[in-house]
């Protein structure tokens, strides 16, 4: 049974550059959610998609942006990249229903130069 | 606003130790509580649920406590081993976890 599936592993850009983030849910779950993790932090929520819509947002400026497909794979957009976006990205999905479970991926490591 | 804090940041410990990891969180009316672990670089790896209605939650060696009036949880690991040096977070809220900054162990061998 195939968990949390998240791509690039690492990537690194320049300030002002655009990237985007891919997840994919563990089978059965619907709801993906986005964090943010800074080193030595814990992670910080950015937004949650349920149904293709994005549910609830964080303390987070519009320069972070997502998208939910039909097969609930998700896609995280940072633009006008900064400095302060190098992070550790999760993924999380869930059940809408029930207790709520939080499934994490491994995460993609996104450095800005 | 939730706030969750975790004291220690840092602790070490003899193999067999039994380890003690805090979480405190300002706001009682929580949804849920969950400890996770992580490895250096890694993702999450989830240890233990408990929810609002309950006081604790076991799994082998881990023992998860909660109370929700005092705002605090333990962790427990029995009789710690190498293998669990990591890095352990708290997290309170439904879909929308808060998390503390975690705590790092070091089990020496």
């Known amino acids: 049974d195939a968990g949390v599936t998240q791509s690039p592993t690492h990537l690194i850009k320049t300030r002002g550059q655009q990237v985007t983030l891919r997840c994919s849910p563990k089978?059965?779950?619907?709801?993906v959610s986005w964090y943010q993790q800074a080193l030595g932090q814990g992670p910080q929520f950015i937004f949650q998609?349920?149904?293709?819509?994005?549910?609830q947002r964080g303390n987070f400026p519009d320069r972070f942006s997502g998208h939910q497909f039909p097969n609930y794979s998700s896609e995280l957009n940072v633009n006008a990249l900064l400095l302060g976006d190098s992070a550790l990205y999760l993924c999380?999905?869930?059940?809408?229903?029930?207790?709520?479970?939080?499934?994490f991926g491994a995460g993609s490591r996104l450095t800005v130069l | 606003k939730q706030e969750v804090t975790q004291i220690p940041a840092a602790l070490s410990v003899p193999e067999g130790e039994n380890l003690v990891l805090n979480c405190s969180f300002t706001?009682?009316?929580?949804?849920?509580l969950q400890w996770f672990r992580q490895d250096p670089g890694k993702g999450l790896t989830s240890l233990l649920l408990?929810?609002?209605?309950?006081r604790e939650q076991t799994s082998g060696r881990l023992n998860a406590s909660l109370d929700k009036s005092s705002g605090r949880s333990t962790l427990y690991i029995a009789a710690s081993q190498p293998g669990d040096s990591a890095t352990y977070l708290c997290?309170?809220?439904?879909?929308?976890?808060?998390f503390g900054a975690g705590t790092t162990v070091t089990v020496r061998a």
């Open positions: 998609y349920y149904e293709e819509e994005e549910r």
């Open positions: 706001d009682s009316a929580i949804y849920n």
């Open positions: 089978s059965g779950h619907d709801t």
């Open positions: 997290a309170v809220g439904d879909y929308k976890l808060s």
């Open positions: 999380a999905s869930s059940l809408t229903t029930g207790a709520n479970v939080l499934t």
């Open positions: 408990i929810q609002s209605s309950q």
